[in-house]
């Protein structure tokens, strides 16, 4: 076990990060290249982030603008699928442009980029609850973003994943007069209909009432939170255990503003903390969460193992633990995100005689995580968001027999 105080002066990139380059994604079946606008005061960061863009042949820096204004006034001429967004820019910053650029394309995916302090971390969750898909650490210097492989082969794959999701909400950049294709004739949308999820049901009543309650998410996952979790404010007997892919500092901010927003008990893990029922946790950055049992207490144990599914925090970790704590007595929800973390250890919940719920495709802001446990066919359910918060509540508060 590797505490969180112990070892703040470890690896320095993975707990700020919290992951590794993921696999290549590929855009090679659609039929033009992302398109990207760059919002940043600094001329100098806006070309290194172009040239690592550009890199890949993908991609295609179509705008590159220094203020907030300037964006929303290329957005109305330019459509793209992508926006990095920086949140420290003079004239308009980016939380004052961000809901003005969602309402003028609410399909684009919007970037944010931020400095790892405490101020911008609170302003990157407070865009991130706002719409906001992803959030990344901008490095520090112009040497230190030419140097950092991490975050160029971060944003590359970010940038690509998400110009997939925004395409599938409708974006068509090839046409800058039509922001949207026509509507689809009826025979046509038969024709594109998806093949259905093969999904494993079992009956509600059959279901083990839980004892502890597990949440995954990462792309537009806080979002995401904040609309499941305001559910749960009448309070319920379960401990709550979240794991969302962000970097340090980050996590810490979105466990208080869950606390203030949603009105639940919520704070970040701390090691060896025992564990409280009501309460909800989110692992931090650069931390495994993970649960033991001691002489018939549970506590908390985070840890710096490697990486799995290229994340830390990582989901599966978590759900292994709880699964061995708390037997058929887990609940897992899986929420919207990019890759597959999180579907080994629903199996292992589902193994166990668990329960396991996902966020359905067409309110996901990127349908890799719950997509990758709905077509395991491991899902009791495959829930739009909306709907999420009040039946993992009615889950929750179920007698126990």
Not at 87 to 106: F, H, K, N, S, Y
Not at 225 to 251: C, N, S, W, Y
Not at 283 to 304: C, D, K, W
Not at 339 to 352: E, I, P, S
């Amino acid at each position: 076990m590797t505490s969180k105080t112990d070892d703040q002066q470890g690896d320095k990139n993975s707990q700020t990060t919290g992951q590794v380059t993921e696999p290549a994604v590929d855009l090679s079946l659609d039929v033009e290249p992302c398109r990207v606008m760059l919002v940043d005061d600094s001329a100098v960061t806006r070309g290194l982030v172009s040239r690592i863009l550009e890199s890949d042949q993908q991609i295609d820096v179509v705008a590159s603008v220094n203020d907030g204004q300037m964006a929303i006034n290329s957005l109305r001429r330019t459509p793209v699928d992508v926006i990095v967004l920086d949140v420290e820019m003079p004239v308009m910053d980016g939380l004052t442009a961000l809901p003005q650029l969602i309402e003028i394309d609410p399909a684009a995916r919007i970037i944010v980029l931020s400095t790892l302090t405490k101020q911008n971390a609170t302003t990157t969750v407070r865009a991130l609850q706002m719409g906001a898909a992803e959030c990344m650490l901008k490095p520090s210097s112009s040497r230190e973003i030419n140097s950092a492989e991490d975050f160029k082969s971060e944003l590359i794959r970010k940038s690509k994943a998400l110009c997939i999701s925004a395409r599938k909400k409708g974006v068509r950049p090839s046409d800058p007069k039509k922001r949207r294709p026509r509507p689809k004739l009826p025979h046509e949308r038969k024709a594109e209909q998806p093949k259905k999820v093969e999904i494993k049901t079992r009956a509600s009543t059959n279901l083990p009432v839980p004892d502890v309650i597990a949440i995954g998410s990462s792309t537009g996952g806080p979002q995401a939170l904040f609309e499941v979790l305001k559910a749960l404010k009448d309070g319920t007997r379960q401990p709550v255990f979240i794991t969302q892919h962000m970097p340090g500092t980050f996590t810490n901010i979105l466990a208080n503003h869950i606390a203030r927003q949603c009105e639940v008990d919520c704070v970040e893990a701390e090691d060896g903390a025992p564990v409280i029922d009501g309460r909800v946790y989110v692992a931090p950055g650069g931390y495994h969460m993970t649960v033991v049992s001691r002489e018939g207490q549970q506590f908390i144990e985070l840890n710096q193992d490697p990486p799995e599914n290229f994340c830390r925090p990582a989901v599966d970790p978590m759900m292994r633990s709880l699964v061995n704590v708390y037997g058929r007595r887990v609940l897992a929800l899986i929420l919207t995100g990019m890759g597959q973390d999180g579907l080994k250890g629903c199996q292992a919940v589902v193994d166990a005689g668990g329960t396991v719920l996902a966020q359905d495709e067409d309110t996901s802001v990127v349908w890799g995580m719950p997509g990758a446990v709905a077509n395991a066919g491991i899902c009791s359910e495959i829930i739009p968001l909306p709907e999420i918060g009040p039946k993992l509540y009615n889950y929750a508060t179920r007698l126990k027999g």
